[in-house]
């Protein structure tokens, strides 16, 4: 069974400027999650969407915005990029939101550099 | 609102000898925990988790976490290091009402030839 995909792998953007990046999770797995990692803040969630709704979220300004399609393929959009935003985004399936114990599975993540 | 700690930004132990990296959790009722690992430029990886039964979790690669609910703690452990077992460890729980994983700050592993 396919792992978690994530595209594109790497970005480097300039500020001000707006990125998108997807999300493929496992097959059968309808949510997904995103993550924000960095050295200095470790992992921080970013929300998580089931069903294509939003289910939970993190505490992001509304300049991350996220959204899940019916095949459960997800994206998620920063705009107006800070050079703070340079980051890990990690995306991560499990089979439902509901369930404390179900298991997530991370894909690779994308390499966000902002200049 | 729940909390995970890792209480060491760096474990350093000789190839050979056991390993032991802690994770401390606050959890209210019942946690459920797990480990994952990161090798550079990858995503994190599952290694195990406890819900409920055996104190003792085996996982992946050989690596086993001991659940120890009075102490509120889920130590990863391997009974011989690899040097390719040289990575960051997370440690997470969920539960107590809340379905997202917290994540500790992960704790750098470097096992030495």
């Known amino acids: 069974k396919a792992g978690v995909t994530q595209t594109p792998r790497y970005l480097i953007k300039t500020r001000g400027q707006q990125v998108t990046l997807s999300c493929s999770p496992i097959?059968?797995?309808?949510?997904v999650s995103w993550y924000q990692q960095t050295p200095g803040q470790g992992l921080q969630f970013l929300f998580e969407?089931?069903?294509?709704?939003?289910?939970n979220k993190g505490n992001f300004p509304g300049r991350f915005s996220g959204r899940q399609f019916s095949n459960s393929r997800s994206e998620m959009n920063v705009s107006t990029l800070e050079l703070g935003d340079s980051a890990l985004y990690l995306c991560?399936?499990?089979?439902?939101?509901?369930?404390?114990?179900?298991?997530?599975?991370f894909g690779p993540g994308t390499r966000l550099t902002v200049l | 609102a729940q909390s995970v700690a890792q209480p060491e930004d760096q474990v350093n132990v000789a190839e050979g000898n056991p390993l032991t990296v802690k994770c401390t959790y606050s959890?209210?009722?019942?946690?459920?925990l797990f480990w994952y690992v990161q090798y550079p430029n990858r995503g994190l990886q599952f290694l195990l988790k406890y819900i409920t039964g055996d104190n003792l979790v085996k996982g992946s690669y050989g690596f086993e976490a001991e659940f120890n609910k009075s102490q509120t703690s889920f130590h990863l452990k391997k009974p011989s290091a690899l040097v390719s077992d040289s990575a960051l460890y997370f440690c997470?729980?969920?539960?107590?009402?809340?379905?997202?994983?917290?994540f500790g700050r992960g704790t750098s592993l470097i096992v030495h030839p």
């Open positions: 969407y089931f069903s294509e709704t939003q289910r």
């Open positions: 997470a729980s969920s539960g107590g009402g809340s379905y997202i994983p917290t």
């Open positions: 097959s059968g797995h309808r949510s």
């Open positions: 991560a399936s499990r089979f439902g939101p509901q369930t404390p114990g179900d298991t997530q599975y």
């Open positions: 959890v209210s009722g019942n946690p459920y």
